[in-house]
């Protein structure tokens, strides 16, 4: 069999990055500078780097970045406020809520207190409604990076079968609405799911976002299937087994260096997308 075409994110990003500069110029000929606010609650170390990351991207692209960090201690209450506070300033385009937040915080009434508007993170019930009805909105960032990588690499998804491992908020259900609303036929598994190798076998499509690493193994990749690996694991390891998925894919996602990087630039997309309108 041949090789499978390797689907990786470094040129996307490079094309995304490159229509985000020229937008960038657009508005800025309008004396508008596309800002993105990120909150992070706390001292968490992988949401520090993420929060960084984030602020380099975009001083790379010419967006601003507001970077705002609150203590451990934080109230519901007083996230809420920081959060009112950056809806009604004209000059933030887009909020993040770096997650996971403390647990004594209520996520969930942190994540809609920011308006649909301004939720280039698609983390939003209200997001996830117009996302799923397939009106005006901003998809969660991961999945929508998936669909960036499907098209760089023109694969067309209507009439698929596509199996999506995972259903949690901000990437298996956001995931499978955007791919049914371009006519895949989409099955989702999770942890009570019955005998997922048999389900996975027909799979013309496999989006695996488990959080489990090697979980996917290769001999439950119908031969030609396209396989999306948006886990990532301790020790940059997926939630497939690569190797052993090579001989049965007709493309495929590494890891690292397939979705992950894809991810950041959606959300700088987003966000100029959120000052153009």
Same mark, same amino acid.
């Given at each position: 069999?041949?090789?499978?075409?390797?689907?990786? /994110?470094?040129?996307?990003?490079?094309? $995304?990055? &490159?229509?985000?500069?020229?937008? @960038?110029?657009?508005?800025s000929s309008h004396d508008i500078t596309p800002q993105l606010a990120t909150i992070l609650v706390g001292e968490d170390p992988a949401s520090t780097t993420y929060v960084r990351m984030k602020g380099n991207a975009c001083k790379r692209n010419g967006l601003a970045s507001k970077r705002i960090h609150l203590p451990e201690s934080t109230t519901t209450t007083q996230l809420l406020s920081t959060i009112q506070e950056l809806n009604e300033d004209p000059s933030v385009h887009g909020i993040l809520l770096q997650h996971p937040v403390p647990h004594h915080i209520d996520? /969930?009434?942190?994540?809609?207190?920011? $308006?649909? &508007?301004?939720?280039?993170?698609? @983390?939003?019930?209200?997001?996830?409604?117009?996302?799923?009805?397939?009106?005006?909105?901003?998809?969660?960032?991961?999945?929508?990076?998936?669909?960036?990588?499907?098209?760089?690499?023109?694969?067309?998804?209507?009439?698929l079968h596509a199996i999506i491992l995972g259903r949690s908020a901000i990437l298996g259900k956001p995931m499978a609405a955007m791919l049914l609303n371009r006519d895949a036929t989409v099955t989702i598994c999770h942890s009570h799911s019955r005998?997922?190798?048999?389900?996975?076998?027909v799979a013309d499509l496999v989006v695996a976002a488990v959080g489990k690493p090697h979980f996917v193994q290769g001999a439950w990749i119908k031969r030609g299937a396209v396989v999306i690996d948006a886990g990532y694991n301790p020790g940059n390891i997926g939630d497939v087994d690569f190797t052993a998925c090579l001989d049965r894919a007709s493309a495929i996602t590494p890891v690292p260096g397939g979705v992950g990087p894809v991810t950041i630039a959606t959300l700088l997309d987003h966000t100029v997308r959120a000052a153009e309108r």
């Amino acid at each position: 069999m041949t090789e499978p075409q390797m689907l990786l /994110g470094k040129p996307v990003v490079e094309a $995304l990055e &490159q229509s985000i500069r020229q937008r @960038v110029q657009v508005l800025s000929s309008h004396d508008i500078t596309p800002q993105l606010a990120t909150i992070l609650v706390g001292e968490d170390p992988a949401s520090t780097t993420y929060v960084r990351m984030k602020g380099n991207a975009c001083k790379r692209n010419g967006l601003a970045s507001k970077r705002i960090h609150l203590p451990e201690s934080t109230t519901t209450t007083q996230l809420l406020s920081t959060i009112q506070e950056l809806n009604e300033d004209p000059s933030v385009h887009g909020i993040l809520l770096q997650h996971p937040v403390p647990h004594h915080i209520d996520e /969930g009434a942190a994540f809609d207190a920011i $308006l649909p &508007q301004k939720d280039v993170d698609g @983390v939003t019930s209200a997001g996830f409604g117009l996302l799923a009805f397939g009106r005006p909105g901003y998809g969660s960032c991961t999945p929508q990076g998936i669909l960036h990588i499907l098209d760089y690499y023109h694969i067309n998804v209507s009439g698929l079968h596509a199996i999506i491992l995972g259903r949690s908020a901000i990437l298996g259900k956001p995931m499978a609405a955007m791919l049914l609303n371009r006519d895949a036929t989409v099955t989702i598994c999770h942890s009570h799911s019955r005998d997922v190798p048999s389900i996975v076998a027909v799979a013309d499509l496999v989006v695996a976002a488990v959080g489990k690493p090697h979980f996917v193994q290769g001999a439950w990749i119908k031969r030609g299937a396209v396989v999306i690996d948006a886990g990532y694991n301790p020790g940059n390891i997926g939630d497939v087994d690569f190797t052993a998925c090579l001989d049965r894919a007709s493309a495929i996602t590494p890891v690292p260096g397939g979705v992950g990087p894809v991810t950041i630039a959606t959300l700088l997309d987003h966000t100029v997308r959120a000052a153009e309108r």
